[in-house]
């Protein structure tokens, strides 16, 4: 029988024999629920007609905790894995597998460190190629004990921007375009806008907005397309834009599996007045049709087009000039004979945004010198003296 009379306390209750192999000369002990404290020398004593005993070490680990596993993506196509496991009383072992079972020799070496209260950790990294194979096994171990975790490398998806830069207009809102290329939904992914290096401009991550480091010009400006993430679709909404809003803005994912983005230039315009058009009639039957508009902040294109929307390639050259506060006002002039048509258009465009104003001549009449132009209504457009009056910038 068990005597436990003069047992240590810190033993009773987890110690015990395996009773039917005594009588196969099997007297080792089972002590349950092993402590860091129950590390120790321990003797085994039998007594019969005489006394023997042999001593043995036993040594208690704190077995740490499992494997966590990052990876940062590189312009090259490469992966860097690294495997990092914590709260080791023991220096544990460290193995990078593949997808077969077999060691990667090339791994690196194996970094340990404490933390304040001396429990270790261990961290091992090795960079791979994606066309290497997608699972690995990073594994921890100490004597027959051993912790894995696997990994499965997936290609990140790429970021694509545009290539030309985006332009906005003052007062209107701003898409600045930004998608995965495979269509990868980036619902679980965190998502940043960023201007200046390190600058937040929109900031999203655990399904919800952050947006306690936002660039207070940006606050209640911005937004991502919720249901568009699902499609890979992470593209900034940026409302009201300003002259200030010009920049370059950087498209920033980052998973557990890697991270990636792009960069493009937005730049912001204030759009210039509507298009004013004036005439100068000719004794010959012609009539010069100059086009101005003001008050732009970037050089416009400005064109004339006929009735058919051709563009008229013998209207003069554009003149460009700046006002006192930098301002800039556009004009061209075209000359035209009556059987050249009688609707003309004056279109001022940068990129895609336009502005135009259309001129009709439906008939001329010569008074006293004058040419008249007469609109469909028979109302007079306008009297003007023979001499030219072309604007000039000054």
């Known amino acids: 029988m068990d005597v436990t009379d003069k047992q240590l306390p810190a033993y009773s209750g987890r110690t015990s024999l395996f009773r039917e192999e005594l009588q196969r000369g099997n007297i080792s002990l089972k002590l349950r629920s092993v402590t860091l404290s129950d590390t120790n020398t321990y003797k085994c004593c039998i007594t019969n007609e005489q006394t023997d005993c042999s001593s043995s070490e036993v040594q208690i680990h704190d077995l740490g905790n499992e494997p966590q596993i990052s990876a940062v993506s590189h312009n090259n196509g490469s992966v860097t894995l690294v495997c990092v496991s914590t709260n080791w009383t023991t220096k544990p072992a460290m193995e990078w597998m593949d997808s077969k079972g077999n060691i990667l020799q090339h791994a690196g070496d194996s970094v340990y460190y404490s933390g304040y209260d001396t429990p270790l950790s261990v961290q091992r990294s090795f960079t791979v190629q994606e066309q290497h194979g997608y699972n690995y096994t ?58 200046n290096e390190n600058q937040l401009v929109h900031h999203y991550k655990r399904h919800m907005d952050v947006t306690d480091q936002q660039l207070s010009a940006y606050s209640g400006r ?87 929307g051709d563009i008229l390639q013998h209207a003069g050259d554009s003149v460009h ?60 457009y306008s009297a003007i003296l023979l001499t030219y009056w072309i604007t000039k910038c000054t």
């Open 321 to 380: 000039c700046s006002g006192d506060n930098t301002r800039l006002s556009v004009q061209r002039s075209v000359t035209v004979q009556k059987q050249d048509g009688y609707n003309y258009t004056c279109t001022v465009s940068i990129r895609n945004r336009r502005k135009e104003q259309l001129f009709q001549v439906e008939s001329f009449e010569v008074i006293s010198g004058c040419a008249m132009l007469m609109s469909r209504t028979g109302l007079c």
């Open 138 to 195: 990073c594994r921890v171990s100490f004597g027959n004990q051993r912790k894995e975790q696997q990994f499965q490398v997936i290609p990140f998806p790429e970021v694509v921007v545009p290539h030309d830069l985006v332009l906005g207009i003052v007062g209107e809102d701003l898409i600045l375009p930004c998608y995965f290329k495979n269509n990868v939904s980036a619902v679980d992914m965190e998502v940043q806008w960023i201007i």
């Open 222 to 308: 911005t937004s991502l397309f919720r249901e568009e993430l699902q499609r890979g679709n992470i593209s900034l909404k940026l409302r009201s834009v300003r002259l200030s809003d010009t920049n370059t803005y950087k498209c920033y994912v980052r998973t557990n599996e890697g991270t990636d983005d792009a960069s493009f230039k937005v730049q912001i315009h204030e759009f210039g007045n509507e298009p004013q058009i004036s005439a100068v009639s000719h004794n010959n039957g012609s009539v010069t049709l100059v086009c101005v508009s003001t008050n732009w902040t970037t050089k416009p294109a400005i064109q004339w087009m006929d009735g058919k």
